[in-house]
C-alpha cells in the first residue's frame, strides 16, 4: 500500500519504520524543518514502562480542583479551560473509577512491555543513537507511609509483568551515591529494571534520516491542509509547502499530529477526545555538575525528574491545563526546580545556569490515556495519537501494533 503518514514525531517516525518493514511505501508529512522538534523534543528522556498509570487515577480529580488555579500546583488546572473541557472532564472523572483506573493500567502496561521489546528490535536494526541507558531510573520517597503505597500499587503489577525492585535508603545511596548529602531526606525507592533512558528527538531524527535510506520520504516544512476522500474512502493528501505536488496520493493515511490531530479530524467529521497538556522541561549541560547523578531519579513528593542524558541533564515536572502556547512560563518552570534544589543542591537556580534551555510541549491527553490505535470509521483513515505523557514510553510498540492492523487490512473499530 502507499501509506502517508502525518506528524514525524516519535510516534510518525516509528509508525513509519514498521509500516516499511511490513513492506508498504511510506511518505512523511512534517510541517517542521525535522522529525521530532515538537512534543518529542524536551520530554523526561525515560522509556518508562513503570510509570504507564493513567493520569485519572482514584482520588486525583478532586486534588485537581484543590490546585484549581494555583501557578505553583503539580498539576495546574486555569479556570478559563473548565468551560472548555466539560466533555473531557466528564471522561477524566469515569477514567478516575478504581475498575476503570485498574483496566487502564494493565492496557498501557502491557503496550509498554511491547513497545520496550520493539526498542530493541529497532536498536539491534538500525544502530540510531539516543544516549540509550538501560536499568538507569530509581524513584525515591520522603518517607515510609508514601513508599508503602507506591510498592503496594507496582507490586500489584508484577503478575502481569512490571519489574520492581524496594530498595532501602542505603541501597539507593549505593546506586546514586549524589544522593548521600541528603540522605536524611530519604526513606527509600524503587528501581525498575524495564526502565531506559535515551533522547526522543535524537531517536526521531536518527531513525527518519535511517529511514530515508530505506526508500522513505520525508517532507518537511509542509503542512497537511486536508485529507482527500473518493468514493468515500482516503485518496490523498491535500498540502501546502515542500512536498512538491499540493496532492500526495495514499491508499491509507496515518493521522499522528499529536494535539493538531483533533482539528484535522474533525473536518472529517471524527471526534478525538485529545486535549493538549503543557509540559515544561530544563535542560543543562552536564558541565553544570560534572560529577552529579548518573541515574535517573524520580520524586514524586517534589514533583520532579532528573535524567542524565548524555552530556547533559533533563529535568522536568510539570502540567499545565489552559494554556497551549509552547512557551515556558518561569513560574512554572521554578516551581520544578525547586523540588530539585531540595534534593540536589548543586542544581538550586540551575534554570538560570549557563547552558540552561526551558523548553514546553503539548502532551496529547485523552481521558482514560489509552492511546488511539486503529482505524476510523474512513476507510483508509488511521490514527495513531493521543498518548499524553507515554508517547516516548509507547512510541515503537503503538507504531508496530498500528503496522500489524494495517497490513491485515482491518478495517474493525472506530476512533
Known amino acids: 500500500m502507499r501509506i502517508v503518514v502525518l506528524g514525524a514525531g516519535v510516534i510518525g517516525v516509528a509508525s513509519a519504520y514498521w509500516l516499511r518493514r511490513a513492506g508498504h511505501e511510506v511518505r512523511v508529512i512534517e510541517r517542521r524543518e525535522g522529525a521530532g522538534l515538537e512534543t518529542s523534543w524536551g520530554n523526561g528522556a525515560l522509556i518508562h514502562v513503570s510509570s504507564v498509570q493513567p493520569w485519572a487515577a482514584p482520588g486525583v480529580p478532586l486534588k485537581v480542583l484543590k490546585w484549581l488555579g494555583k501557578e505553583d500546583a503539580p498539576m495546574l488546572l486555569r479556570p478559563s479551560a473548565v468551560p472548555k473541557m466539560w466533555r473531557w472532564g466528564l471522561g477524566f472523572l469515569r477514567a478516575a473509577r478504581p475498575a476503570q483506573y485498574r483496566a487502564g493500567s494493565l492496557a498501557n502496561l502491557k503496550l509498554a512491555i511491547e513497545s520496550a521489546a520493539a526498542m530493541a528490535e529497532i536498536r539491534a536494526a538500525t544502530h540510531v543513537q539516543y544516549d540509550y541507558a538501560g536499568n538507569s531510573v530509581m524513584k525515591v520517597f520522603p518517607d515510609q507511609p508514601s513508599l508503602d503505597v507506591a510498592i503496594a500499587e507496582h ?16 541501597e539507593c545511596i549505593a546506586r546514586e551515591p549524589t544522593l548521600a548529602p541528603v540522605a536524611e531526606k530519604i526513606a527509600g525507592g524503587l528501581g525498575f529494571p524495564q526502565d531506559e533512558v535515551g533522547d526522543c528527538n535524537k531517536f526521531s531524527q536518527g531513525l527518519a534520516a535511517w529511514l530515508e535510506g530505506q526508500g522513505v520520504r520525508f517532507h518537511y516544512n509542509t503542512t497537511v ?108 518552570i521554578s516551581s520544578v526546580t525547586r523540588g530539585v534544589a531540595e534534593l540536589f543542591p548543586h542544581l538550586t537556580n540551575c534554570e538560570s545556569l549557563p547552558g540552561a534551555i526551558a523548553w514546553a510541549g503539548l502532551r496529547p491527553m485523552v481521558p482514560d490515556a489509552q492511546p488511539r490505535i486503529g482505524a476510523t470509521r474512513i476507510p483508509g483513515l488511521w490514527t495513531n495519537t493521543g498518548h499524553g505523557h507515554t508517547g516516548w514510553t509507547m512510541a515503537a510498540g503503538s507504531g508496530r501494533r498500528l503496522a500489524q492492523m494495517m497490513s491485515r487490512n482491518d478495517f474493525a473499530g472506530a476512533a
Open 155 to 170: 507490586l500489584s503489577l508484577a503478575p502481569d509483568g512490571l519489574q520492581t525492585e524496594v530498595l532501602s535508603r542505603d
Open 225 to 332: 491542509e486536508d485529507v482527500v476522500l473518493k468514493g468515500g474512502r482516503v485518496a490523498a493528501v491535500r498540502v501546502s509547502g515542500n512536498a512538491g505536488d499540493s496532492e500526495v496520493p495514499a491508499d491509507a493515511v496515518v493521522v499522528a499530529l499529536a494535539s493538531q490531530s483533533v482539528p484535522l479530524l474533525r473536518r472529517l467529521g471524527i471526534s478525538m477526545p485529545i486535549y493538549p497538556v503543557k509540559g515544561l522541561s530544563v535542560t543543562l549541560p552536564r558541565s553544570v555538575w560534572p560529577d552529579g547523578p548518573r541515574m535517573a531519579v524520580i520524586d514524586d513528593s517534589r514533583k520532579f525528574v532528573l535524567t542524565p542524558l548524555g552530556d547533559r541533564y533533563r529535568i522536568v515536572g510539570s502540567a499545565e491545563v489552559g494554556d497551549t502556547s509552547t512557551t515556558p512560563s518561569p513560574t512554572r
